[in-house]
């Protein structure tokens, strides 16, 4: 472009190629509402109640996918390479899964619950404590995690298919249970007493 084409460019009042950092408005939707109207053949209700069950059930996954990211970071033992592969792949699929949720609350209108301090208000999982611990402790603390959102899935999931809200269900069943389940059995394993060696 020449110069005499930029300068025939209207300024309007600002730079064009400038930031125009720090603006403010006020929100575009409330948290805990749904849009009115959407064309996905789910009335405002049901959407309202999926939506609430739904951000409650991403706090959780969240949550589980830092208790995750905790024990990678602080595993140790005799086990720790192998565990701590582990914990970094579960963490990685408990992300996807995340991600699903939020997309599914978004389809429905609703608004996703997103930051750190709102997802510890809203977690059913326990907060751990900040220290180290034993391999066994976090392991079952783990465990615990994923009991906790598979009573609270399998409900939601009886739920959403009570109300006709078919694709809500399949991500509960096929995506977040299935995963969750296959977890669980990785980590129920480590707790297994087993000779190395000679057997009993």
């Not at 405002?44 to 905790?70: H, P």
């Not at 429905?108 to 034993?134: C, N």
Request: with cysteine; hydrophobic share 40%.
């Amino acid at each position: 472009m020449s110069n005499r084409a930029l300068k025939e460019v209207p300024s309007k009042g600002h730079d064009y190629i400038t930031p125009q950092a720090g603006q403010s408005a006020r929100g575009i939707q409330k948290f805990g509402t749904v849009i009115p109207r959407l064309s996905i053949g789910i009335d405002e209700k049901t959407r309202t109640q999926i939506c609430e069950q739904l951000n409650l059930m991403l706090a959780d996954t969240c949550t589980m996918r830092d208790l995750y990211k905790k024990s990678h970071w602080q595993v140790g033992g005799p086990t720790f390479y192998q565990l701590h592969l582990l914990f970094d792949k579960h963490y990685t699929e408990q992300s996807a899964l995340i991600d699903l949720l939020a997309e599914r609350i978004q389809t429905l209108g609703g608004v996703t619950v997103a930051m750190a301090p709102d997802i510890a208000e809203l977690t059913r999982l326990e907060r751990p404590p900040r220290d180290r611990e034993e391999v066994p402790v976090q392991i079952s603390r783990l465990l615990e995690a994923h009991e906790s959102i598979l009573q609270n899935a399998r409900a939601l999931a009886k739920k959403a298919d009570d109300l006709g809200d078919d694709g809500t269900n399949d991500i509960l069943v096929s995506d977040v249970i299935r995963t969750n389940e296959m977890q669980v059995w990785f980590l129920s394993e480590h707790l297994v007493e087993m000779p190395l060696v000679n057997a009993r």
